[in-house]
């Protein structure tokens, strides 16, 4: 395999990967549930795992199934209209369930455990996956509320275009460039001289 097959089977993979993250995203924004999680606060209260920018990946896993350690995204309990993410450091009985002790992994802003349970009800998902920096092409960044927020996921898709329309572009030419002369010192490739 040469080089530009390899490149070529990076880009379907990555074309492929992105359409599936953005199905996954348009069923959980369908389903009422918030998809991605984008690091707003500076310093981050979950650093080092999640620093500012930090893009996280949101499963909404039953509330029953999570365990200690896990990083979960909630409404804050006390009423605030925040979102907040945080790691699991304790299940303890809460009625007739069960709550949790969350606690931010940064130990400058968060030394101690959050003052509050989480239960289910305030319980918005599970991060899966968090990819660094990816957070920088979110609206939330940018300052952009409500209708605006179009604006900058719009200019960033057009940029992915641009950028995919002039590689292609630039391999269509190669494509047409027409074959360099031969010349007198090149063997001849399409045929054997036959001498009686």
Not at 1 to 30: C, D, G, I, S
Request: hydrophobic letters at 40%.
């Amino acid at each position: 395999m040469n080089t530009k097959q390899a490149l070529r089977y990076v880009e379907y993979a990555l074309t492929l990967l992105l359409f599936v993250f953005a199905a996954y995203a348009a069923v959980e924004y369908a389903s009422g549930t918030q998809p991605i999680y984008v690091v707003s606060d500076y310093p981050s209260s979950m650093s080092p795992t999640m620093n500012y920018a930090s893009m996280g990946v949101i499963y909404h896993a039953s509330f029953q199934s999570l365990k200690v350690g896990d990083i979960i995204v909630f409404q804050d309990p006390e009423g605030y209209p925040v979102t907040i993410v945080h790691r699991i450091v304790a299940i303890v009985p809460c009625g007739s369930g069960q709550c949790l002790e969350t606690k931010g992994d940064n130990n400058v802003t968060n030394p101690t455990r959050d003052p509050w349970y989480v239960n289910q009800a305030d319980y918005k998902g599970q991060v899966v996956l968090i990819v660094p920096y990816l957070g920088y092409i979110s609206p939330t960044l940018w300052g952009f509320r409500g209708g605006y927020v179009a604006l900058p996921l719009i200019f960033v898709a057009f940029v992915f275009v641009l950028i995919f329309y002039m590689l292609e572009q630039r391999s269509q030419t190669k494509k047409d460039r027409p074959p360099s002369p031969k010349t007198d010192e090149e063997p001849k490739k399409d045929g054997v001289e036959k001498t009686w």
